[in-house]
Protein backbone atom coordinates (compact mmCIF):
# COMPACT_ATOMS: atom_id res chain seq x y z
CA UNK A 1 0.00 0.00 0.00
CA UNK A 2 1.34 3.41 -1.06
CA UNK A 3 -0.24 5.66 1.06
CA UNK A 4 -1.85 7.42 -1.63
CA UNK A 5 -5.39 7.41 -2.06
CA UNK A 6 -7.55 7.82 -5.14
CA UNK A 7 -11.84 7.81 -6.00
CA UNK A 8 -13.36 6.52 -7.73
CA UNK A 9 -11.64 3.58 -8.71
CA UNK A 10 -13.94 3.80 -12.12
CA UNK A 11 -15.88 6.38 -14.04
CA UNK A 12 -18.06 6.00 -16.68
CA UNK A 13 -19.45 8.64 -18.19
CA UNK A 14 -20.57 10.66 -21.56
CA UNK A 15 -19.67 12.53 -24.00
CA UNK A 16 -19.44 16.52 -23.30
CA UNK A 17 -19.76 16.06 -19.06
CA UNK A 18 -17.62 17.09 -16.43
CA UNK A 19 -15.87 14.72 -13.57
CA UNK A 20 -13.77 15.29 -10.42
CA UNK A 21 -10.98 12.97 -9.26
CA UNK A 22 -9.59 12.63 -5.92
CA UNK A 23 -6.43 12.38 -4.33
CA UNK A 24 -5.50 11.93 -0.99
CA UNK A 25 -1.50 12.40 -0.68
CA UNK A 26 0.80 10.58 2.00
CA UNK A 27 0.49 11.41 5.31
CA UNK A 28 3.29 14.49 5.33
CA UNK A 29 3.68 14.92 1.91
CA UNK A 30 3.32 18.48 0.58
CA UNK A 31 3.51 17.51 -3.12
CA UNK A 32 1.08 16.13 -5.74
CA UNK A 33 1.17 14.97 -9.49
CA UNK A 34 -1.00 14.21 -11.60
CA UNK A 35 -0.62 12.03 -14.63
CA UNK A 36 -3.16 10.59 -17.15
CA UNK A 37 -1.89 6.74 -18.89
CA UNK A 38 -3.91 5.96 -21.82
CA UNK A 39 -3.84 2.15 -23.60
CA UNK A 40 -0.06 0.96 -23.52
CA UNK A 41 1.02 4.54 -23.45
CA UNK A 42 3.54 5.82 -21.56
CA UNK A 43 3.07 8.36 -18.29
CA UNK A 44 1.97 11.45 -19.41
CA UNK A 45 2.40 14.29 -16.86
CA UNK A 46 -0.38 16.50 -16.46
CA UNK A 47 0.23 18.90 -13.26
CA UNK A 48 1.85 19.30 -9.87
CA UNK A 49 1.14 21.26 -7.14
CA UNK A 50 3.18 21.85 -3.95
CA UNK A 51 1.77 22.82 -0.79
CA UNK A 52 -1.89 24.06 -2.22
CA UNK A 53 0.31 26.53 -5.29
CA UNK A 54 0.74 25.08 -8.50
CA UNK A 55 4.27 24.38 -9.13
CA UNK A 56 4.53 22.94 -13.16
CA UNK A 57 2.46 22.36 -15.70
CA UNK A 58 3.09 19.31 -18.51
CA UNK A 59 0.67 18.36 -21.45
CA UNK A 60 -2.59 19.30 -19.58
CA UNK A 61 -5.68 20.17 -21.70
CA UNK A 62 -7.55 23.63 -21.39
CA UNK A 63 -10.81 21.07 -20.28
CA UNK A 64 -8.44 20.15 -17.15
CA UNK A 65 -7.95 22.10 -13.95
CA UNK A 66 -6.52 20.84 -10.87
CA UNK A 67 -6.52 22.31 -7.68
CA UNK A 68 -4.57 21.44 -4.06
CA UNK A 69 -6.95 22.38 -0.70
CA UNK A 70 -5.21 23.11 2.40
CA UNK A 71 -5.97 19.56 3.67
CA UNK A 72 -2.97 18.54 0.70
CA UNK A 73 -5.29 16.58 -0.98
CA UNK A 74 -6.11 17.10 -4.17
CA UNK A 75 -9.05 17.35 -7.39
CA UNK A 76 -8.30 17.03 -11.01
CA UNK A 77 -11.48 18.22 -13.00
CA UNK A 78 -12.11 16.98 -17.11
CA UNK A 79 -14.89 19.46 -18.50
CA UNK A 80 -16.47 18.11 -22.29
CA UNK A 81 -14.88 15.40 -22.00
CA UNK A 82 -14.19 13.25 -25.24
CA UNK A 83 -13.93 9.87 -26.62
CA UNK A 84 -10.16 10.47 -26.47
CA UNK A 85 -10.05 11.55 -22.91
CA UNK A 86 -10.43 7.92 -21.56
CA UNK A 87 -7.61 6.85 -19.65
CA UNK A 88 -6.45 5.68 -16.44
CA UNK A 89 -5.94 9.30 -14.18
CA UNK A 90 -3.22 8.38 -11.46
CA UNK A 91 -1.87 11.17 -8.71
CA UNK A 92 1.52 10.72 -6.95
CA UNK A 93 2.80 12.31 -3.79
CA UNK A 94 6.69 12.76 -2.97
CA UNK A 95 8.22 14.55 -0.09
CA UNK A 96 9.61 16.53 -2.74
CA UNK A 97 13.67 16.94 -2.61
CA UNK A 98 15.48 13.66 -3.40
CA UNK A 99 12.48 11.64 -3.54
CA UNK A 100 10.48 8.96 -5.09
CA UNK A 101 7.01 9.24 -6.22
CA UNK A 102 4.31 7.29 -4.92
CA UNK A 103 1.09 6.44 -6.57
CA UNK A 104 -2.36 5.93 -6.47
CA UNK A 105 -3.98 2.93 -7.85
CA UNK A 106 -5.85 5.28 -10.37
CA UNK A 107 -8.85 6.07 -11.31
CA UNK A 108 -9.85 4.67 -14.82
CA UNK A 109 -11.97 6.77 -16.70
CA UNK A 110 -14.35 5.94 -19.64
CA UNK A 111 -16.03 8.22 -22.02
CA UNK A 112 -18.62 6.57 -23.79
CA UNK B 1 16.59 18.01 -23.44
CA UNK B 2 16.51 15.68 -20.57
CA UNK B 3 15.65 12.10 -21.36
CA UNK B 4 15.41 8.91 -20.09
CA UNK B 5 15.47 6.24 -22.29
CA UNK B 6 14.76 2.17 -21.70
CA UNK B 7 15.47 -1.30 -23.40
CA UNK B 8 14.19 -3.03 -24.50
CA UNK B 9 10.84 -2.69 -25.15
CA UNK B 10 10.01 -6.29 -24.21
CA UNK B 11 11.68 -8.62 -22.71
CA UNK B 12 10.75 -12.59 -22.20
CA UNK B 13 12.11 -14.69 -20.12
CA UNK B 14 12.21 -18.61 -19.02
CA UNK B 15 11.39 -19.43 -15.87
CA UNK B 16 15.18 -18.91 -13.62
CA UNK B 17 16.81 -17.17 -17.19
CA UNK B 18 18.61 -14.09 -15.61
CA UNK B 19 19.19 -10.96 -17.06
CA UNK B 20 19.17 -7.23 -16.87
CA UNK B 21 17.27 -4.13 -18.37
CA UNK B 22 18.56 -0.63 -19.27
CA UNK B 23 17.75 2.74 -18.14
CA UNK B 24 19.74 5.59 -20.05
CA UNK B 25 19.08 8.83 -19.15
CA UNK B 26 20.36 12.65 -20.10
CA UNK B 27 19.74 15.17 -17.49
CA UNK B 28 20.54 18.08 -15.61
CA UNK B 29 21.67 17.95 -11.90
CA UNK B 30 20.02 14.52 -11.25
CA UNK B 31 18.86 14.21 -8.06
CA UNK B 32 17.71 10.93 -7.78
CA UNK B 33 17.32 7.46 -10.10
CA UNK B 34 14.03 5.69 -8.78
CA UNK B 35 12.61 1.87 -10.39
CA UNK B 36 9.68 1.64 -10.47
CA UNK B 37 7.12 -2.27 -10.96
CA UNK B 38 3.69 -1.34 -12.87
CA UNK B 39 1.22 -4.17 -13.27
CA UNK B 40 -1.52 -3.92 -15.75
CA UNK B 41 -3.77 -1.16 -14.38
CA UNK B 42 -2.31 -0.57 -11.59
CA UNK B 43 -0.29 2.34 -10.31
CA UNK B 44 3.16 2.12 -10.32
CA UNK B 45 4.79 0.19 -7.51
CA UNK B 46 8.05 2.03 -6.20
CA UNK B 47 10.99 -0.46 -5.58
CA UNK B 48 14.21 1.33 -5.90
CA UNK B 49 16.09 4.49 -5.21
CA UNK B 50 19.87 5.38 -6.50
CA UNK B 51 21.50 8.25 -5.87
CA UNK B 52 24.96 8.40 -6.91
CA UNK B 53 27.50 6.49 -9.26
CA UNK B 54 28.20 3.19 -7.96
CA UNK B 55 25.53 2.80 -5.74
CA UNK B 56 23.68 -0.47 -6.01
CA UNK B 57 20.35 -1.46 -4.27
CA UNK B 58 19.07 -5.34 -3.95
CA UNK B 59 15.64 -7.11 -3.05
CA UNK B 60 14.71 -10.10 -3.25
CA UNK B 61 15.71 -11.51 -7.20
CA UNK B 62 16.11 -7.73 -8.02
CA UNK B 63 19.01 -5.52 -8.30
CA UNK B 64 19.37 -1.98 -9.62
CA UNK B 65 22.58 -0.35 -10.01
CA UNK B 66 23.84 3.24 -11.55
CA UNK B 67 26.72 4.64 -13.61
CA UNK B 68 26.61 8.17 -14.34
CA UNK B 69 25.17 7.86 -17.80
CA UNK B 70 22.32 4.82 -16.69
CA UNK B 71 20.90 2.28 -14.83
CA UNK B 72 20.21 -1.34 -14.73
CA UNK B 73 17.92 -3.49 -13.38
CA UNK B 74 19.25 -7.15 -12.69
CA UNK B 75 16.93 -9.98 -12.26
CA UNK B 76 17.96 -12.96 -10.92
CA UNK B 77 16.51 -16.23 -11.49
CA UNK B 78 12.94 -15.08 -12.71
CA UNK B 79 9.57 -16.04 -11.70
CA UNK B 80 6.77 -16.09 -13.59
CA UNK B 81 4.81 -13.25 -10.87
CA UNK B 82 8.10 -11.10 -11.89
CA UNK B 83 5.87 -10.00 -14.77
CA UNK B 84 5.19 -6.89 -15.58
CA UNK B 85 6.45 -3.46 -16.87
CA UNK B 86 9.59 -1.92 -15.22
CA UNK B 87 9.77 1.75 -15.02
CA UNK B 88 12.72 3.94 -14.86
CA UNK B 89 12.97 7.93 -13.57
CA UNK B 90 14.90 10.33 -12.77
CA UNK B 91 14.47 13.91 -10.89
CA UNK B 92 15.49 17.03 -11.76
CA UNK B 93 14.85 20.10 -10.73
CA UNK B 94 14.64 23.26 -12.43
CA UNK B 95 12.19 26.17 -13.02
CA UNK B 96 12.15 26.03 -9.65
CA UNK B 97 10.47 22.96 -8.89
CA UNK B 98 11.29 18.90 -8.81
CA UNK B 99 9.99 17.16 -11.85
CA UNK B 100 10.26 13.56 -12.60
CA UNK B 101 10.88 12.27 -15.95
CA UNK B 102 9.76 8.73 -17.15
CA UNK B 103 10.85 6.45 -19.55
CA UNK B 104 8.38 4.05 -21.04
CA UNK B 105 9.78 1.27 -19.36
CA UNK B 106 10.08 -2.47 -20.35
CA UNK B 107 7.46 -5.12 -20.63
CA UNK B 108 8.71 -8.25 -18.92
CA UNK B 109 6.88 -11.61 -19.27
CA UNK B 110 8.20 -14.46 -17.50
CA UNK B 111 7.28 -17.69 -18.46
CA UNK B 112 6.98 -20.78 -16.63
Known amino acids: DSGVTQTPKHLITATGQRVTLRCSPRSGDLSVYWYQQSLDQGLQFLIQ???????AKGNILERFSAQQFPDLHSELNLSSLELGDSALYFCASSAYKNSPLHFGNGTRLTVT | EDQVTQSPEALRLQEGESSSLNCSYT??????LFWYRQDPGKGPEFLFTLYSAGEEKEKERLKATLTKKESFLHITAPKPEDSATYLC?????????????FGTGTRLKVLA
Open chain 1, 49 to 55: YYNGEER
Open chain 2, 89 to 101: AVQAFYSGTYKYI
Open chain 2, 27 to 32: VSGLRG
